[in-house]
């Protein structure tokens, strides 16, 4: 199913020709309009004549979360605070929040990028779509629910919390969509086996799933307890929210949507543009933002690009499931650890709930790597030898993938904090 056929199968070639004029325009727009860009394009001796196409995009400088904050709030704007006509804004958890600002075209460009997200994961105008993503100043709820509207399926816009409340709701209004974190989604799962709710009872189909780096092994779990399909999406604030990227039902990687964005891999280390294939940093520079137009946004986000045809006709790029984020990456005694490295490997050997946590402590001037893993009520009150043979197990799988030596503590379901939103995975007890 294809939402913008014209788009999404366009010519590689003519697909080109598009993000080249777009993104001229795009340049000559923030040299124009943006201090912050021009004086970062001057300082490199740029005008944008020099910038003629796509092949040119890698003289432009980089644009990074810290550009924004320091910017805050309004100075990367590219249009008088009159044509803005709304407001969003990151979490702010790590120092002041950064500010999005959209016009009203931009709204119309997010609501049918996030129609083409949708329709990419099988949502039709017969669909009911519960949307337990958070309100608010973050953009996944309204995101999603512009999406929905866009495309005409009955939107349910419950927001994040009270898990048996959204159950209910579930089962009495027939809800055929969920949009949530995955990690929530398996939270739902667990509360309803709590409840006494048999899949049966649901009309659920398809799950529209992002907002954190989730696995394949926690997609099959997802899968397997709501017994839906799952797929992955991705979008940041700062770029426009979700709507940059969704996978197909091929599952086969995740299409950038490359009539809006020009993505790049880079080396996170020193900025060079990496070939196809290659692990790196994703870069985004979007063509045809009004608001807050970006140049070469280094995204934190660890992926790689696979310019192949998808069977589903589709011939925009695709990204690798992200595999982690070089700022959420722990260094420990010098070896880089993701948590979704970690959560591969307990979804693969089994036994386990899909809940973990890494706690990272420095002791006698030593990095200590401790993994809380949880296990099923069942398990953890069989008897000990069982336990010590998992625990052993799955230490030995972790140090062999990381290289590193870690303790691991199965603990008892329920002991790791939930979330009704961004999952909590690090605690880093070092005094760095």
């Known amino acids: 199913m294809y939402w913008d056929k014209a788009h999404e199968c366009m010519e590689r070639e003519q697909l080109r020709e598009l993000q080249s004029r777009r993104l001229v325009e795009t340049v000559r727009r923030v040299y124009h309009n943006v201090p912050y860009y021009r004086q970062r394009m001057q300082e490199m001796g740029l005008v944008p004549?020099?910038?003629?196409?796509?092949?040119?995009?890698?003289?432009?400088?980089?644009?990074?979360?810290?550009?924004?904050?320091?910017?805050?709030?309004?100075?990367?704007?590219?249009?008088?605070?009159?044509?803005?006509?709304?407001?969003?804004?990151?979490?702010?958890?790590?120092?002041?929040?950064?500010?999005?600002?959209?016009?009203?075209?931009?709204?119309?460009?997010w609501s049918e990028l996030m129609a083409r997200t949708l329709v990419c994961g099988g949502t039709t105008k017969d669909s009911v779509i519960q949307i337990a993503y958070g309100?608010?100043?973050?953009?996944?709820?309204?995101?999603?629910?512009?999406?929905?509207?866009?495309?005409?399926?009955?939107?349910?816009?419950?927001?994040?919390?009270?898990?048996?409340?959204?159950?209910?709701?579930?089962?009495?209004?027939?809800?055929?969509?969920l949009a949530c974190t995955p990690s929530y989604a398996l939270h739902i799962a667990e509360t309803m086996e709590e409840m006494g709710i048999k899949r049966e009872e649901l009309k659920l189909q398809y799950g529209i799933f992002g907002a954190e780096p989730w696995s394949e092994g926690m997609?099959?779990?997802?899968?397997?307890?709501?017994?839906?399909?799952?797929?992955?999406?991705y979008g940041l604030s700062e770029v426009i929210g979700p709507g940059v990227a969704s996978e197909c039902q091929y599952k086969c990687g995740l299409h950038i949507f490359e009539d809006h964005f020009i993505p790049e891999i880079v080396d996170p280390e020193t900025g060079e543009v990496l070939p196809e294939?290659?692990?790196?940093?994703?870069?985004?520079?979007?063509?045809?933002?009004?608001?807050?137009?970006?140049?070469?946004?280094?995204?934190?986000?660890?992926?790689?690009?696979?310019?192949?045809?998808?069977?589903?006709?589709?011939?925009?790029?695709?990204?690798?499931?992200?595999?982690?984020?070089?700022?959420?990456?722990?260094?420990?005694?010098?070896?880089?650890?993701?948590p979704s490295q970690i959560e591969s490997i307990l979804m693969?050997?089994?036994?386990?709930?899909?809940?973990?946590?890494?706690?990272?402590?420095?002791?006698?001037?030593?990095?200590?790597?401790?993994i809380w893993v949880e296990v099923s009520n069942k398990l953890f009150s069989d008897e000990v030898r069982k336990l010590e043979e998992l625990n052993r197990r799955i230490t030995n799988e972790i140090q062999s993938a990381l290289g590193l030596s870690v303790k691991v503590k199965l603990v008892e379901p329920k002991t790791i904090e939930r979330s009704e939103s961004k999952a909590r995975r690090v605690i880093d007890r070092r005094k760095l």
């Open 49 to 109: 004549e020099d910038i003629n196409g796509v092949e040119d995009l890698h003289k432009l400088p980089f644009t990074t979360k810290q550009d924004l904050r320091d910017n805050y709030p309004y100075g990367t704007f590219a249009v008088p605070l009159s044509e803005i006509v709304r407001i969003h804004a990151s979490s702010g958890t790590t120092g002041k929040p950064t500010v999005v600002g959209y016009t009203r075209k931009d709204i119309i460009t």
């Open 135 to 177: 309100y608010g100043l973050f953009t996944g709820g309204l995101g999603v629910h512009y999406g929905a509207e866009r495309i005409g399926a009955s939107v349910i816009p419950i927001s994040g919390g009270n898990t048996k409340r959204q159950i209910m709701i579930m089962k009495d209004f027939g809800t055929t969509v």
């Open 219 to 233: 997609r099959r779990e997802i899968e397997s307890k709501l017994q839906i399909s799952a797929i992955d999406i």
């Open 277 to 338: 294939g290659e692990e790196g940093e994703l870069v985004i520079t979007t063509i045809t933002k009004e608001g807050l137009p970006l140049i070469r946004y280094r995204t934190r986000d660890i992926s790689a690009l696979n310019y192949e045809p998808c069977k589903c006709g589709r011939t925009h790029v695709r990204m690798k499931k992200v595999l982690g984020r070089t700022d959420d990456m722990i260094i420990v005694r010098g070896v880089n650890v993701f």
């Open 348 to 370: 693969e050997i089994g036994q386990t709930e899909p809940h973990y946590l890494l706690v990272v402590d420095r002791i006698n001037n030593l990095d200590v790597l401790e």
